[in-house]
């Protein structure tokens, strides 16, 4: 039975370059020797590599509310697909009796409810792009122009709460309307 000179080191396998079958028990001391790196066992690390980054790594990107639909054709040849729309926030404030804590608060528009001025902040904290706190729902940047709208029996400090709670959450384009 012929063996030839190779040996197994941990996925490296050394063999003599020469063809010639040696005898077993003997070296050769002028034959130069090649070593081949199994690659199977690298492939494995480096997929094992690539599903442990895939899994570790967080993609976190700013989301925006674009808008979906498509300009007409008409007249639209300049206007953006994805630019953002700039319709103001209305936030309407009715007071519904003479105590401090008796006011009602509507924004208009398919968003969530406030039953106080903290949850205004709170809804107005979440919603704006780069808060902490806004998660996937970024909607308005710190400019987008915001309405306070009281009614004409709205009290004076009902419609100041509702903008200190849009300026105490860094909201910088805050108006009031004319009572309505």
């Known amino acids: 039975m012929l063996q030839s000179d190779s040996h197994d080191y941990h996925g490296i396998i050394a063999t003599d370059v020469d063809d010639a079958a040696p005898h077993p028990c003997r070296r050769r001391e002028h034959g130069l020797v090649r070593l081949q790196v199994n690659l199977t066992s690298l492939i ?5 590599l690539l599903v442990y980054f895939m899994v570790a790594t967080s993609f976190a990107s700013s989301e925006r509310v674009y808008r979906m639909d498509l300009p007409d054709r ?3 040849a300049g206007s953006d697909a994805f630019e953002l729309i700039e319709e103001p926030l209305r ?4 007071s ?3 105590s401090p804590s008796m006011y009602r608060l509507n924004i208009e528009g398919p968003y969530p409810q406030p039953e106080s001025f903290e949850a205004l902040a709170s809804y107005l904290r979440r919603t704006q792009v780069g808060s902490v706190d806004a998660g996937g729902g970024a909607l308005f940047e710190a400019d987008h122009p915001i309405i306070i709208q009281p009614t004409r029996s709205t009290r004076w400090e009902h419609a ?5 709670a849009a300026a105490r959450e860094r909201y910088t384009n805050v108006t009031f309307a004319k009572p309505g």
């Open 74 to 76: 008409t007249g639209a």
């Open 44 to 48: 494995d690390v480096t997929f094992l």
């Open 160 to 164: 100041i709460e509702a903008f200190n």
């Open 96 to 98: 519904t009796g003479l």
């Open 91 to 94: 936030i309407s404030v009715m």
